[in-house]
């Protein structure tokens, strides 16, 4: 690339699926300057629960913005921040009544291991086969969903250890056999390399996310509830993804019924604002000793009001039922796809978090999927590929999709895979 070339001065180290350059967004729709208008089905990641640019979130970051930017909450504390904790109290089990603000999702996930490490006096912590918990050192440590993420830059801080995930489908098992696996090989890690009372915590994500969109079985879950709680070990949920409506509830912990001792948010809580939170009890966070962890940016007033704003209007337009529904309807699209289409092996997911994973002979297609998403972009629609092989295509709209635009989605992609056979 040449100096003349307007990406010159962005570092080459992102992936781009396009160099689309929005300049305004709405609802599901993002355009460009030409007016060119693509359909995003990805939400930014996972980002905008609430809809490209919703007036009710912009027009609470702009009254705040004309007011107060940062209110630094170790000097002075803002009252958004205020409010927005006592709507995080609002949203989560009554046992998850204390939060931390900060930035990004692997700053929570670190925190959250800062968290489980300092409360419990314990080093260790168990992650799953597959997980994604961030690009930062710690939680490069916990992300074993592909090697790009850590290559070269290993070794990375240690203390954690990997277990399989009850992944059904790539396990070659029902739903049934893939839990006793996991739990099976779970209980041997903890015999064979780190003992229960040297385990600080077991962080999962209940619908693995990068990984491949797959939800987690609720039995599974509700037997680390039960395994945590004996060994006096902390169950940390990343819902960075699925938070905030996502799979059809306000969050995935909902389908399981299991209460974690540590919650992980971000991504759709800000509605685009960067902003995360790690929740727990009170007197978890009483463990901590005060200073033990903070951050320049966590709480400030913008980050905030965009926050408060977001849960607000979630809870108001019952956007997590407008994803149940959504994606129930999504669900039954692809899954008519499937029998027409055998290169699909897999269709997966809970509300607007959905998978549908490519395969071949039994093994994973990463050339089809990637050949279904460049068609579907050729029919302006945004779509993202997961999965450790990268042969999933992921479903992600913003929750407040209408069902005329899911079936316009679903017909897009079956051109575009009538295309690749
Ligand atoms: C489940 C999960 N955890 C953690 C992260 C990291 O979040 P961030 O990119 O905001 O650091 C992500 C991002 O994709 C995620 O999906």
């Not at 027409?340 to 002979?361: C, H, Q, S, W, Y």
Request: charged share 20%; net charge negative.
């Amino acid at each position: 690339m040449t100096q003349t070339d307007p990406l010159y001065h962005l570092s080459p180290v992102w992936s781009h699926l396009t160099t689309f350059q929005p300049v305004r967004g709405e609802g599901i729709f993002l355009y460009d300057a030409n007016g060119k208008r693509l359909m995003d089905f990805t939400s930014g990641i996972g980002v905008t629960n609430t809809g490209h640019a919703h007036p009710r979130v912009a027009a609470a970051v702009q009254a705040q913005v004309a007011k107060l930017i940062h209110g630094q909450i170790n000097i002075v504390i803002a009252p958004s921040a205020i409010e927005l904790s006592h709507l995080l109290n609002d949203i989560t089990p009554p046992e998850i009544d204390c939060f931390f603000l900060s930035n990004s999702g692997a700053e929570a996930t670190e925190g959250a291991v800062k968290l489980a490490r300092h409360a419990t006096k314990r080093p260790n912590v168990i992650v799953f086969q597959g997980s994604f918990h961030g690009r930062t050192a710690q939680t490069m440590a916990m992300t074993t969903s592909k090697t790009i993420y850590r290559a070269g830059f290993q070794p990375l801080p240690g203390g954690i250890f990997v277990t399989p995930f009850p992944y059904a489908y790539r396990l070659g098992m029902d739903e049934e056999g893939a839990t006793d696996y996991a739990l099976d090989q779970l209980h041997w890690l903890l015999k064979a390399q780190t003992a229960p009372e040297e385990t600080a915590a077991i962080v999962i994500e209940p619908v693995l996310g990068e990984g491949g969109y797959v939800p987690a079985p609720d039995r599974f879950l509700r037997e680390l509830r039960d395994l945590c709680r004996e060994h006096g070990i902390l169950l940390v949920f990343d819902e960075i993804q699925t938070g905030f409506g996502r799979t059809g509830k306000m969050f995935a912990l909902e389908y399981s019924g299991v209460t974690p001792d540590i919650l992980i948010m971000a991504k759709g809580l800000g509605s685009g604002v960067p902003i995360s939170a790690v929740g727990a009890s009170r007197a978890l966070m009483e463990k901590w000793a005060i200073g033990a962890h903070g951050g320049t940016y966590g709480g400030n007033a913008l980050a905030a009001a965009a926050g408060a704003a977001t849960i607000r209007v979630l809870r108001d337009e019952k956007l997590p039922e407008n994803a149940a529904r959504q994606g129930d309807r999504l669900l039954d699209g692809l899954k008519s796809l499937q029998a027409e289409f055998p290169i699909i092996g897999d269709v997966r997911g809970r509300g607007l978090m959905v998978g549908a994973e490519f395969t071949r002979n039994g093994q994973p297609d990463k050339a089809a999927a990637k050949a279904v998403q460049q068609g579907c972009l050729e029919r302006d629609l945004l779509l993202l590929t997961c999965g450790t092989y990268d042969n999933v295509i992921r479903w992600i709209p913003p929750l407040v999709v209408t069902p005329l635009q899911i079936d316009e989605a679903v017909q897009i992609f079956a051109e575009a895979l009538g295309d690749v056979k």
